[in-house]
């Protein structure tokens, strides 16, 4: 089994910036792609941002230029840096990693989400 485990989500102020980091542990062999998920009141879970094992990174067009991710494969993390937030990334966070487990069996994981509220 692997966990994921988020932290970093609060209140901000329009403008402000947060940081979000997602931990995984486990019997993890190999984590492949990890990547940032959010979804608002009312809307579907969309893509933020994700990035690969070797650190190809893609982003939401509505991120770009805002958000930046980033991993630490020898620690298993990946983190979300956000800055000149909006209240539209008002947003549960999700985090997401897949890969392969020391029992060689595909897994793809969430974390529980941590809330990001932006205040005008």
């Known amino acids: 089994q692997v966990q994921l485990v988020e932290s970093g989500g609060g209140l901000v102020q329009a403008g402000g910036s ?16 990890m990547g940032w998920y959010r979804q608002a009141p009312g809307k579907q879970r969309e893509l933020v941002a994700g990035i690969t094992s070797g650190g190809s990174t893609n982003y939401a067009d509505s991120v770009k230029g805002r958000f930046t991710i980033f991993r630490d494969n020898a620690k298993n993390t990946v983190s979300l840096q956000m ?8 947003a549960v966070y999700y985090c997401n990693a897949d890969g392969m487990t020391f029992t060689y069996r595909p897994f793809a994981s969430w974390g529980q989400g941590t809330q990001v509220t932006v205040s005008s």
């Open 18 to 33: 947060l940081r979000l980091s997602c931990a995984a542990s486990g019997s993890i062999f190999r984590i492949n792609a």
């Open 83 to 90: 800055i000149s937030l909006k209240p539209e990334d008002t």
